[in-house]
Every structure is written in C-alpha cells, then in structure tokens.
C-alpha cells in the first residue's frame, strides 16, 4: 500500500543553518505530494506541494522537488529561523480517491 | 473566507462513553476528511465524506462513525470510548474536483483525552 517514511527526528539547528528533512514514499499510480507544517498547539497547515515528477513546490523559502526516479521528496530551506520551529510532515495523495497518507512528522529546532 | 472549525477544543470522557465532535469545513469545500493525531505521529485517515455520504474509510472500527450535512459540516462520533482513543481528531475539507491534486485544509483540532 501507499506509504510515506520521513527522517525521524527531533532536528535541532542554528538560526540561518540549511535544512534538509528526508522524505521518501511508495505508492502505485502517480501521487502528488505534500509538505505540511504544524505549529504547537494548532492543526496543519499546508507548506507546499508537487503533483508530478520534476515539479519543484516552494513557499516561504521552503523547497521540495518531487523525484520519480528516487521516490523522494526532500524539504529544503537554506537559512531557517527560530521561527521555523516546528512539526513538519511529508504526505501524498493518491488521487481518484481523496485519501492522504502522512509520514510520522521531523520535529525541527532552531536555536538563535 | 472562513477556515475550518472544530468543536470542542478540548475534552475528556470516561471509557466505555460516547463522544460526538464537530467541523465546519471552509467557504465552499464538499468534502470533509476526518483523521486521528496520536501524540508524536502523524494523521492516520479515518473517513471521508463528501455529499453526505461515506467516501472511503481507513482501518478504524465501526464504533467510528461520521455524518455530513447539507451544508457539509461534519460530525465524528466515537461510541465505547477505549484509552487509546486519545489523541488529537482533525477534520480537513477540500473541494472535490476532477483533477487528480487535492489540497486539503486542517482545522486546530480536538484533543481527546480518555480516562
């Protein structure tokens, strides 16, 4: 079945530190995918999104390229913030039926 | 434009009783997906509806219930409340279209405590 693994974390940066927050998935067909964030305290919030192979989403200085060829779909962001803090996590849907599947969640912490 | 609600914010049941939570999806959106947040994991699908009527449904018991209204609010009702039923309840709506991408839109929650 359609899954999604993300690196486990916490993560626990510098303020202006790259991030990278590893996202891989399986899934039959084409899915698109997702990154969300979640704030403490509060319900999701969608980041960005890619819906086929090679497309780049990006937001918020926040980017993830969706790679067939590696099934991944990795988030970057070149100088993160404390503001940053937060749950971050990976999903995909698998269209036709509108069902997300969602990675456990990367904690990120960044220190001033 | 109004964003997705939830209803209660927080609350605690006993076990073995029933729990009735409520989501007003966002200004124009059909579809409500329900989801369960155990503490440290992600969202695991319960059910979704759209037009007032089931539209699949995740590996959850059927003491897992939902409706949709006209105006595609939603409601989850969990009957014999069990511990491991505590957890963070999130409802999403979306608009349902032909197109294959989805953009699903969280409401803050519910926490569920169960003791």
């Known amino acids: 079945g359609d899954s999604v693994t993300q690196m486990e974390g916490p993560v626990t940066l510098s303020e202006e530190a790259f991030l990278t927050i590893n996202c891989t998935y399986t899934a039959t067909g084409y899915p698109s995918l997702f990154w969300y964030v979640q704030y403490p305290g509060e319900g999701l919030q969608l980041l960005l999104k890619?819906?086929?192979?090679?497309d780049k989403g990006s937001n918020k200085g926040f980017e993830a390229t969706y790679r067939k060829e590696t099934t991944s779909f990795h988030l970057e962001k070149g100088s993160v913030q404390v503001s940053d803090s937060a749950v971050y996590f990976c999903?995909?849907?698998?269209?036709?039926?509108?069902?997300?599947?969602f990675g456990s969640g990367t904690k990120l912490n960044v220190k001033p | 434009e109004t964003g997705v609600t939830q209803s209660p914010t927080h609350l605690i049941k006993t076990r073995g009783q029933q729990v009735t939570l409520r989501c007003s999806s966002q200004s124009g959106h059909n579809t409500v997906s329900w989801y369960q947040q155990a503490l440290g994991q992600g969202p695991q699908f319960i059910f979704q509806?759209?037009?007032?009527?089931?539209?699949g449904r995740g590996n959850f018991p059927p003491r897992f219930s939902g409706l949709q209204f006209p105006n595609y609010s939603s409601e989850l009702n969990v009957n014999a409340l069990e511990l491991d039923d505590s957890a963070l309840y999130l409802c999403?709506?979306?608009?349902?279209?032909?197109?294959?991408?989805?953009?699903?839109?969280f409401g803050p929650g519910t926490r569920l405590t169960v003791t």
């Open positions: 509806y759209y037009r007032e009527e089931e539209n």
């Open positions: 890619a819906t086929k192979a090679d």
């Open positions: 999403a709506s979306s608009l349902a279209q032909a197109q294959s991408s989805y953009e699903q839109y």
């Open positions: 999903a995909l849907n698998s269209g036709g039926f509108n069902k997300f599947y």
